[in-house]
């Protein structure tokens, strides 16, 4: 059984009909990306796998459990986690106070603090310092970060990579193969060259449709399917 599964997921914004027929599966363990090109819908169904929009019709399961409908907060607690493009870090809090913020009962499990640290040493570094005052890369550690201090089976994570430095990027790359042993996550990308290191499985949407789902290593070498669906030129 896939981790979660999608079926015909719709979600209209107000008046417009974004999401129009999404569906793929995501298996457990691993990265599995969701690309596409500028407003094709990859935010829209990450927000709404989280309970963010109201997809309907259609199914969002999780481990079978139909949570299409259910409240994000509902969703989270059955260890879904969310890493927004706008990253979430609270700007006047520490990286401490952000961290103690994104746990269940405000402490923290010593093993998981560690294993951040291990994962992101600017972390335990800027441990007393406002998140504002964090780079661009560092907020971001801090964001995933905050999705993984408490044990998560699944990571939603958006565009992490967007205006970082390349070598900012590398170790991002790092830590995500390194997560992705032990929770799995659904990744959607602009960045190709990072998403490619990284899926195992893949989508592509299209107008709000999927238009594609296959392995990354076969995408990775079908340069006239990527210029079809994403406009990459090689
Ligand atoms: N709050 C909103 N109100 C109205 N339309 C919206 C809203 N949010 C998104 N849309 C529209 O839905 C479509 C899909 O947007 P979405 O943000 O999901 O795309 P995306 O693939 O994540 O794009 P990008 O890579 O630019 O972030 C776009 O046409 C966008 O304009």
Redesign the pocket.
Known sequence: MSLLSLSQMKTS??Q?H?LHDVTFDVPEGGVFVLL?R????????LRSIMGLWKPSPGSVRFRGEDIAGLHASDIARKGIAFVP?NMGVFGGLTVEENLVLATAKGKFDDVRLKRIYDLFPALEQFWTKQAWSLSGGQKQMLSVARAIIEPRELILID?PTKGLAPSIIDGMAEAFAEIGQSTTILL?E?NFNFAKRLGQGMAV?DDGHIAHTGTMPDFAVDTALQEQLLSLSS
């Open positions: 914004i107000g417009y974004v596409g500028n407003g094709a819908g990859k935010t829209t169904t493009e565009e959607v602009q949407i």
